[in-house]
């Protein structure tokens, strides 16, 4: 018999993709989420759903209360990083407090695993790269900050209590379901290949690139985009893996591919020009950003099936053109 899985924030990007890789693999998935973020019509019908708040302890005794699970996959968090500079608290009492408050039901429950999503945003500015496992952990803003404090909080729980548990450090997400049906939909969106594809549609009057004077062959940034449905199966594999192993890992390709080469694969992708506006640098952005993902191999026994950034694009190119939410 599988797992049953609790899902929390299964309702958003990343997390519906993860609902859905479950559940096609068999195991039973309960999903919690506040849906302040999250989409309901992104939630897999096969699925239970629960409106849950992690903020509210009464509403996480009740989920754990009436539908028992044996491991949990945590993605429920605010994740815009210029709002977590200017609204700090908001970040740490929703990502930090909300998670605290989400290990003291699994506590009161007796349940001891959970999988959760972090980020390379705990490692601050690449001292080398790829960045791998070993990397100082040194976050340049309070979103970065607010993960790297649960995975610590992690490792103390494991020492006192024995949770079992497996941080997952993404690069850039990117793409959609295979089918088109679910995708990335945020409000505002702020991730380059989305922003890309809508000003190509006309939806947005351009896109701003950020400095063209960056130390990489065509002088923009550089990110490793790795495809939720590459992630989703991370997790699965992580949550098989918990028990024999504790700790982080990364999740990237390993490939990095600059803004420029983004555009030119979007424009590839649809047959359409992409209106570009190229501006100043912004404060903090890297040259390059991009994983060591040799771990993830090892450890996980994952292997990326999207390495290709136009196959990633044509994904997210087929959502666009057939949004549902």
Same mark, same amino acid.
């Given at each position: 018999?599988k797992?049953?899985?609790?899902?929390?924030?299964?309702?958003?990007?990343?997390g519906?993709h993860?609902?859905?890789?479950?559940?096609d693999n068999?195991?039973?998935?309960v999903?919690?989420d506040?849906?302040?973020?999250?989409?309901r019509?992104?939630?897999?019908?096969?699925?239970t759903?629960?409106?849950?708040?992690?903020?509210? @302890?009464?509403?996480?005794?009740?989920?754990?209360?009436n539908? @028992?699970?044996?491991?949990?996959?945590?993605?429920?968090?605010?994740?815009?990083v210029g709002?977590?500079?200017?609204?700090p608290?908001?970040?740490?009492?929703?990502n930090?407090?909300?998670?605290?408050?989400?290990?003291?039901?699994?506590?009161a429950?007796?349940?001891k695993?959970?999988?959760?999503?972090?980020?390379?945003?705990?490692y601050g500015?690449p001292l080398?790269t790829?960045?791998d496992?070993?990397?100082?952990?040194?976050p340049?803003?309070?979103y970065?900050?607010?993960?790297?404090m649960i995975?610590?909080?992690?490792a103390?729980y494991?020492?006192?209590y024995g949770l079992?548990?497996?941080?997952?450090?993404?690069?850039?997400?990117?793409?959609?379901?295979a089918?088109?049906t679910?995708?990335?939909?945020h409000?505002p969106?702020?991730?380059?290949i @989305?922003?890309?594809?809508q000003?190509?549609?006309g939806?947005?009057?351009d896109?701003?690139?950020?400095?063209t004077?960056?130390?990489?062959?065509?002088?923009t940034?550089?990110?490793?985009y790795?495809?939720?449905e590459?992630?989703?199966?991370a997790h699965?594999?992580?949550v098989?893996?918990?028990?024999?192993?504790?700790?982080?890992?990364?999740?990237?390709?390993?490939?990095?591919?600059?803004v420029k080469?983004?555009?030119?694969a979007a424009e590839?992708?649809?047959?359409? %020009?992409?209106?570009?506006?190229?501006?100043?640098r912004r404060a903090?952005? @890297?040259?390059?950003?991009f994983?060591?993902?040799?771990?993830?191999k090892e450890v996980?026994?994952?292997?990326?099936k999207?390495?290709?950034? %136009?196959?990633?694009?044509?994904?997210?190119?087929?959502?666009?053109?057939n949004?549902?939410?």
């Open positions: 018999m797992q049953r899985v609790l899902v929390v924030g299964g309702a958003g990007y990343i519906s993860t609902v859905r890789h479950f559940l068999g195991y039973p998935v999903v919690a506040n849906l302040i973020y999250g989409h019509e992104a939630v897999d019908s096969r699925a759903f629960v409106h849950a708040d992690l903020l509210d @302890p009464d509403s996480l005794d009740l989920l754990f209360k539908h @028992p699970v044996d491991a949990v996959v945590h993605f429920a968090a605010f994740a815009y709002e977590s500079v200017t609204e608290e908001k970040y740490y009492y929703n930090v407090m909300g998670t605290v408050n989400l290990l003291r039901a699994m506590r429950h007796r349940v695993k959970i999988v959760f999503s972090s980020t390379c945003a705990t500015e080398y790829p960045i496992e070993k990397h100082s952990q040194n340049i803003n309070p970065g900050r607010t993960k790297l995975e610590q909080i992690f103390d494991e020492r006192a079992e548990h497996i941080s997952l450090r993404y690069f850039n997400a990117a793409g959609a379901s089918d088109g679910i995708g990335e939909s409000s969106e702020t991730h380059l @989305p922003l890309v594809l000003a190509i549609k939806e947005r009057k896109i701003k690139v950020f400095g004077d960056y130390d990489t062959p065509d002088g940034c550089i990110r490793d790795i495809h939720v590459d992630l989703a199966l699965r594999l992580a098989e893996k918990l028990g024999t192993y504790n700790g982080c890992i990364n999740l990237g390709t390993g490939i990095g591919t600059s080469e983004i555009i030119t590839e992708v649809s047959g359409k %020009k992409c209106p570009t506006q190229y501006v100043e903090g952005d @890297p040259a390059r950003l994983a060591n993902n040799t771990k993830a996980l026994g994952w292997q990326p999207y390495t290709r950034i %136009k196959d990633i694009i044509q994904t997210a190119w087929n959502w666009e053109l949004r549902k939410y």
